[in-house]
């Protein structure tokens, strides 16, 4: 057993304790991971705040990381301590239908399929003062050491910076995915993105690594845009500085709404907002926010009657165990810069603080 410091939400709402927590060793198909740095992603909000579907206090949110295996548990054979990987949030199996069928990212064996906030065999790894504690997405990054089956983990280039890539883990990846696996952005296209927290920059870093050749950035924080303008964006729009919807004012723009909307913000009104700004029969949105759970959507049928495809994606579409080791290549190649993403660098002990910058849309 390993005792080391984590962030404890031990009910809805309240702020993260840092505690001393007992980390028990991994069982068959585990592994043990020390964790160098996680990121912190809107959904580790939803989390926080009771909004997260199925989730259970006491837990150890994160699921943005980066770590070393420190071991491993019987009959693990692709990671061996010492190995440099990324948490999955989405883990991939490669046996189920879903991990075998090569337009799926989905597995059948995740914690999504069957919702649980305790590992596969229905057990925690964690306990805090006597209690057990829940894991989240079976990754519970903001721990210094964690456990996590094999099949979520995937190993990466020996020479990646673990304080940049952990954002492979899930804002770099959705965003980016979003754009070249989900929308399937084509050359020359124009595209609207939603919402520029870290994952919606990812989807103007793939909207323009795909070709596309108008990229409207669409937020109400406009200190949002000088980081959009670097990373790709040609246009930067606030609603709040029009009369008309924005799905007017998208659509005045560039003739017949754009070719590809995507809603990375997590609300009713800016989803129907982004489907309604893409053209009415070609046009392709893609839901990336994440609503509160038990929450409806509804909408005019004719929105979707004209032709219009309306679709959502889980970390980017990618079949992550395959594909973040191959991300992580091309950042180190230079492919791009996933290092702008990066705003602030906390000491663990102010994750707090860093939630607080969140909220600030800092
Ligand atoms: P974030 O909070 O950093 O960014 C959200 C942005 O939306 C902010 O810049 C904010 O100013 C802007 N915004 C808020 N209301 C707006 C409005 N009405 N109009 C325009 N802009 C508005 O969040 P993030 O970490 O980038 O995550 C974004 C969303 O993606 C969250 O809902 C998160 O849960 C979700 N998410 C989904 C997946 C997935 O696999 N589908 C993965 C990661 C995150
Ligand atoms: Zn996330």
């Not at 597995?107 to 919702?115: D, L, V, Y």
């Not at 070249?180 to 103007?204: E, M, Q, W």
């Not at 040609?234 to 007017?248: A, V, Y």
């Not at 982004?274 to 929450?295: F, H, K, P, Q, Y």
Request: aromatic share 6%; glycine share 10%; proline share 5%.
């Amino acid at each position: 057993v390993i005792r080391c410091r984590a962030a404890v939400a031990w009910a809805a709402g309240k702020p993260l304790s840092i505690e001393e927590v007992e980390v028990a060793p991994p069982k068959a198909g585990e592994v043990r991971i020390k964790i160098v740095a996680t990121g912190i992603c809107r959904t580790d909000e939803h989390l926080l705040q009771g909004c997260f579907p199925n989730a259970e206090f006491p837990v150890i949110p994160g699921h943005e990381g980066a770590g070393i295996v420190e071991s491993v548990g019987e009959g693990v054979s692709s990671l061996k301590p010492g190995d440099k990987v990324i948490p999955l949030c989405l883990p991939q199996c490669g046996e189920c239908s879903f991990c075998l069928n090569p337009e799926s990212n989905f597995c059948q064996k995740s914690h999504i399929s069957e919702a649980q906030n305790l590992l596969p065999d229905k057990t925690s790894r964690f306990t805090c003062k006597g209690k057990q504690i829940h894991h989240f997405l079976w990754v519970s990054t903001f721990a210094e050491y964690t456990v996590i089956p094999e099949y979520a983990v995937a190993k990466i280039d020996a020479a990646a910076p673990l304080d940049k890539v952990c954002l492979f883990g899930c804002g770099f990846s959705t965003g980016y995915g979003a754009a070249i696996n989900t929308a399937k952005v084509k050359p020359g296209s124009t595209c609207a993105i939603f919402g520029l927290g870290g994952v919606g920059l990812s989807v103007v870093m793939g909207c323009k690594a795909a070709g596309a050749s108008r990229i409207i950035a669409v937020d109400i924080n406009k200190d949002k845009f000088a980081k959009a303008k670097e990373l790709g964006a040609t246009d930067c729009i606030n609603p709040r500085d029009f009369q008309k919807p924005i799905q007017e004012v998208l659509t005045e723009m560039t003739g017949q709404g754009v070719d590809y909307s995507f809603e990375v913000i997590g609300h009713a009104d800016t989803m129907i907002a982004a489907l309604a700004s893409c053209n009415m029969n070609t046009g392709i949105c893609v839901m990336v926010g994440e609503l509160d759970s038990g929450s409806e959507i509804s909408i005019d049928p004719m929105l979707l009657l004209t032709g219009r495809t309306w679709k959502g994606t889980v970390l980017g579409g990618w079949k992550m165990r395959d594909a973040i080791p191959k991300l992580v290549s091309s950042y180190l190649d230079k492919k791009f810069n996933s290092d702008l993403l990066i705003t602030h660098t906390l000491p663990f002990a102010k994750v707090n603080e860093g939630f607080e910058l969140l909220r600030a849309g800092k």
